[in-house]
């Protein structure tokens, strides 16, 4: 049960974090995340599952980071970058 309390807790984390995800597409990401893990052939509610979930979304994270690296380093080398139609 500790198990999935932390699970729900990084979850969370992850999402307030990561700030340019809608509630929505968080709840499309863990919706295929979960169906990924069903595939896997992993029972929802099994440790399994949860160890399943929590390592999709920490894939997830990372490819997040890495973006925002990646676009952070282009901005500091060529000027402005426009997001939203904002700089």
Request: aromatic share 6%; charged share 20%.
């Amino acid at each position: 049960m500790k198990r999935i309390s932390t699970l729900i807790i990084l979850l969370a984390a992850g999402s307030i974090v990561s700030g340019c995800s809608s509630t929505e597409q968080t709840a499309e990401n863990m919706a295929a995340q979960r169906e990924r893990c069903r595939v896997f052939g992993y029972y929802e509610g099994s440790r399994d599952f949860a160890d399943c979930m929590m390592k999709l979304s920490m894939q997830q994270s990372e490819l997040r980071q890495q973006t925002f690296d990646t676009i952070w380093s282009s901005a500091r080398n060529s000027g402005p970058v426009i997001i939203n139609n904002r700089k």
